[in-house]
């Protein structure tokens, strides 16, 4: 990676960082699923990997672990792609990871506490069948 992107990167808030680390890797998402963009999946699986690396000095410490984790996640794909039978286990993840990063960052609204109540949901659906 060049040193001017590394500089530019490290002048950005690290909402501004976490929003342009979730774009890299919508941009994995989208183009993992295209054995001719692998290239593409190869360059933005390091980039992000570099972003986290250059992003952990501003991150908000309940962050860490979760980019840690991520930056581990990033290079064990980035070393092993392509992998033909997980393109679209990549790009789910991938797409997955964007959206937490947008959502940390704040441009996401953060979800309401409710919960979404599935067992009861789950007894209504059993009985409506059983009554049938």
């Given amino acids: 990676m060049s040193q001017s992107l590394r500089e530019r990167y490290q002048q950005m808030t690290w909402e501004r960082q976490a929003g342009n680390l979730a774009s890299t890797l919508a941009r994995v998402a989208n183009n993992a699923i295209i054995p001719e963009h692998d290239k593409t999946v190869v360059k933005s699986l ?4 570099c972003f986290i690396e250059w992003c952990l000095p501003n991150i908000p410490a309940e962050y860490l672990l979760d980019l840690a984790n991520l930056q581990r996640e990033l290079r064990a794909w980035w070393r092993v792609w392509p992998v ?33 109540d599935l067992t009861a949901k789950s007894k209504d659906l059993d009985s409506a069948s059983l009554d049938n």
Avoid: I, N
């Fill in 84 to 116: 033909e039978g997980a393109r679209q286990l990549l790009a789910l993840h991938a797409r997955h990871q964007s959206d937490r990063l947008l959502q940390m960052a704040g441009y996401y609204p953060q979800a309401e506490s409710k919960s979404l």
């Fill in 46 to 49: 390091r980039e992000s990997t």
